[in-house]
């Protein structure tokens, strides 16, 4: 399994970026895809989850400014997000997961910052 994000950069609150992972070595179309974040000094947090049905799952502190998608036949998985705040700074990881087994990127760092 393998996941590389990208798309992470400085933007200013208010401002919008579009985050992707690559996913090779699993069959992507058939696994729930998740994004965390992990601001300095603090623990890894959930963002967002999308099931293999496309169902869609968020955190409260990003619901409806994030929007998680995915495309199945390139296997990658998006994060949109919009109105982007200084609380939003983290870096930002794919996580997929087979039972117990957790797999993660190597993450991207966003941050919102005028």
């Known amino acids: 399994v393998q996941l590389v994000e990208s798309g992470g950069g400085l933007v200013p609150p208010g401002g919008s970026l579009r985050l992707s992972c690559a996913a090779s070595g699993f069959t992507f179309s058939t696994y729930a895809m998740r994004w965390f974040r992990q601001a300095p000094g603090k623990e890894r947090e959930f963002v967002a989850i999308?099931?293999?049905?496309?169902?869609?799952q968020y955190s409260d502190s990003v619901e409806g400014r994030f929007t998680i998608s995915r495309d199945n036949a390139r296997n990658i998985l998006d994060l949109h997000m919009d109105n982007l705040q200084p609380e939003d700074t983290a870096v930002y990881f794919c996580n997929t997961f087979f039972g117990v087994q957790n797999y993660w990127g190597r993450g991207t760092q966003v941050t919102v910052s005028a």
């Open positions: 999308i099931r293999s049905s496309g169902n869609t």
